[in-house]
């Protein structure tokens, strides 16, 4: 699992990169930005916390860092860092 406190800057920054981003690409963007930082845990990390490593291996979230990111984004909406205007491009 990816820390929440990175999941949380992966999700910022990938609305910095687009503040109107459809809510429904900020996964597969979060996805790209882990692997471009190099944020996936490795094999021997997942082994040690007891992770599937299946998902990571394919460069892809766990089901469990995609709840994390949907949570994130309900919470930056709660707080009004983003807004939902249009429900065509959210």
Sequence with gaps: MIDYKVLKQLVVEAFEANPYKPVREV?????????????????EECVQHNFDYKNYRKKRLSSLDRQNVNHIIWQLIRERLIVIRDEQLN
């Design 27 to 43: 996964i597969p963007d979060v996805e790209k930005l882990a692997a471009f930082h190099g944020i996936f845990p490795t094999n």
